[in-house]
């Protein structure tokens, strides 16, 4: 049982390219969710999905687009991506909302925007 | 709407102290509550929740107790190790709010030999 995986662990791109970072659980988990991490400013919420099929945005949203692929899988595009990017990225799931909404997390990409 | 307060870091505090990182929160109704840790170079873990008051949450010999009347979660532990050092992040999720955990800012705990 290996949780929440995610891929690549690092990740160096010019400002323009574009990338997908890769999450995967193992849990059987409804609902995932993608968080960027900035100094001092803890977790932001930029894309989730509550099922298989559906997204919604977060709190910043704007860069980005996110893919539900299936029940396991749930990627993070960026398609042109600008030094404001440069951030270490979480996935995270849970079984659903409900009232508790316990949250797992993958072990986070580093991603620098140069 | 939702949010988390915490006390700002860095801490710093020698092995076997008492610790107290203070989290406050503001929401309607009754939020569920956690502390997530993160250890250098790793993803967060959950440390603990409580989901209604007076709930007390406890992991690891960490303990929080959800306040309802100060709407306070602190964290506690009596005696800390240097394996302790990391950064800690009080979160509350609320069904009213989506499915988004608000995260505080996050503290940083240093403990020395």
């Known amino acids: 049982n290996a949780g929440v995986t995610q891929t690549p662990k690092f990740q160096v791109l010019k400002t323009g390219q574009s990338m997908t970072l890769q999450c995967a659980q193992d849990m059987n988990h409804n609902s995932m969710y993608w968080y960027r991490q900035d100094p001092g400013m803890g977790l932001r919420l930029i894309y989730y999905s509550a099922s298989e099929g559906t997204t919604d945005k977060g709190e910043v949203p704007n860069g980005y687009n996110v893919s539900r692929l299936n029940k396991r899988e749930f990627s993070l595009r960026l398609e042109s991506a600008a030094p404001s990017q440069t951030s270490v990225y979480f996935c995270a799931s849970s079984t659903n909302g409900g009232r508790v909404n316990e949250q797992f997390f993958g072990p986070g990409t580093r991603l620098t925007v140069l | 709407g939702d949010s988390v307060t915490q006390m700002e870091g860095p801490v710093t505090l020698s092995e076997e102290a008492f610790l107290t990182i203070n989290c406050t929160y503001t929401a309607t109704g009754y939020p569920s509550l956690f502390w997530y840790v993160q250890y250098p170079g790793e993803g967060l873990q959950l440390l603990l929740k409580a989901t209604k008051a007076d709930d007390k949450g406890s992991n690891k010999g960490f303990e929080a107790t959800y306040r309802k009347e100060t709407t306070s979660f602190h964290l506690e532990k009596g005696s800390v190790q240097v394996s302790d050092s990391a950064v800690y992040f009080c979160?509350?999720?609320?069904?009213?709010?989506?499915?988004?955990?608000?995260f505080g800012k996050g503290t940083s705990l240093l403990v020395t030999p």
């Open positions: 979160a509350l999720f609320h069904s009213n709010s989506g499915y988004a955990l608000n």
